[in-house]
T-cell receptor, first 113, second 117 residues
Framework: DAKTTQPNSMESNEEEPVHLPCNHS???????IHWYRQLPSQGPEYVIH???SNVNNRMASLAIAEDRKSSTLILHRATLRDAAVYYC??????????????FGKGTHLIIQP | GAVVSQHPSWVICKSGTSVKIECRSL??????MFWYRQFPKQSLMLMAT?????????EQGVEKDKFLINHASLTLSTLTVTSAHPEDSSFYIC?????????????FGPGTRLTVT
């Protein structure tokens, strides 16, 4: 899987929007962009994924740059429960998702009350 | 969404003993499950891929004779840490994916914290 680059940590205030960036300049045409998050002492959980167009779900929005070399995960109104490590991961869809995930260091999101 | 459980959630064992960790997909059939390991303040590292009815595939550097994986049914995979040593103390997490054709997200278990004394 292609490499991603994320800031080590970010801080935000409760009830404010949070924009988590991810750079993936070597992304290939068959790579999906996935986001997972890991709350303290828990297994990761799926957040969202996209290919080219922006995506929305109940948890977050994913904004993908036109050249696909970067993306931004948007939490519209952060809560204390959103404090977690967020991982941006590229997945080659031609493999059918048969491979395990390659986790980088992710971004540690801190939410201030 | 799909649910994956792990048992036990934590375990303490003595050096030299073996420990078995179970990973179950509760509401779907998982032909493929994955095992990860996470040391404190580090990211998850994929250990092996477990396929139902066949041998597991191990990542480079993971000892297959030490970390025995069995995927005997479509809802259960087990990881046995044999002759555990203190350096095996870690957070072990499994994940499962639904059959091909469905969204490719993986569903993770809550993890098992292993402490070897």
């Amino acid at each position: 899987d292609a490499k991603t680059t994320q800031p080590n940590s970010m801080e935000s205030n409760e009830e404010e929007p949070v924009h988590l960036p991810c750079n993936h300049s070597t992304i290939s045409g068959t790579d999906y962009i996935h986001w997972y998050r890991q709350l303290p002492s828990q297994g990761p959980e799926y957040v969202i994924h996209g290919l080219t167009s922006n995506v929305n779900n109940r948890m977050a929005s994913l904004a993908i740059a036109e050249d696909r070399k970067s993306s931004t995960l948007i939490l519209h109104r952060a809560t204390l429960r959103d404090a977690a490590v967020y991982y941006c991961i590229l997945r080659d869809w031609t493999g059918g998702g048969a491979d395990g995930l390659t986790f980088g260091k992710g971004t540690h999101l801190i939410i201030q009350p | 969404g799909a649910v994956v459980s792990q048992h036990p959630s934590w375990v303490i064992c003595k050096s030299g003993t073996s420990v078995k960790i179970e990973c179950r997909s509760l509401d779907f059939q998982a032909t493929t499950m994955f095992w990860y390991r996470q040391f404190p303040k580090q990211s998850l590292m994929l250990m092996a891929t477990s396929n139902e009815g066949s041998k597991a595939t191990y990542e480079q550097g993971v000892e297959k004779d030490k970390f025995l994986i069995n995927h005997a049914s479509l809802t259960l995979s087990t990881l046995t840490v044999t002759s555990a040593h203190p350096e095996d103390s870690s957070f072990y997490i499994c994940s499962a994916r639904e059959p091909p054709g469905l969204p490719y997200e993986q569903y993770f278990g809550p993890g098992t914290r292993l402490t070897v004394t």
